[in-house]
Nanobody
Framework: QVQLVESGGGLVQAGGSLRLSCAASGRIFSINAMGWYRQAPGKQRELVALITSRGSTNYVDSVKGRFTISRDNAKNAVYLQMNSLKPDDTAVYYC???????????????WGQGTQVTVSS
């Protein structure tokens, strides 16, 4: 079994910062890309930031210059540093990993349970 466990969400005022963490555990052979998605009420889930196994990153335009994604391959972990937060960033944030679990035939996507981020104006 593979689990992704997130932490670090909460309530913050506009202009503030939060750092999200996500750790993958279980029978993992390898992890390819890891990323953060978010879903606001009434909206579709969107990709916020992605980081490949080699460290290449990609961001949705609305967070460029404010958010930074990083990962620690030794810990099977991915992080999202969120600065200059805006009310529009309010959403449930989900961790995602494209990983190859032992006993399976190939890589597939795994999701965390989600963590709420609320930015007040």
């Amino acid at each position: 079994q593979v689990q992704l466990v997130e932490s670090g969400g909460g309530l913050v005022q506009a202009g503030g910062s939060l750092r999200l963490s996500c750790a993958a555990s279980g029978r993992i052979f390898s992890i390819n890309a890891m990323g953060w998605y978010r879903q606001a009420p009434g909206k579709q889930r969107e990709l916020v930031a992605l980081i490949t196994s080699r460290g290449s990153t990609n961001y949705v335009d609305s967070v460029k210059g404010r958010f930074t994604i990083s990962r620690d391959n030794a810990k099977n972990a991915v992080y999202l540093q969120m600065n200059s937060l805006k009310p529009d960033d309010t959403a449930v944030y989900y961790c995602n990993a494209d990983l190859f679990a032992l006993g399976t035939l190939g890589a597939q996507a795994y999701w965390g349970q989600g963590t709420q981020v609320t930015v007040s104006s």
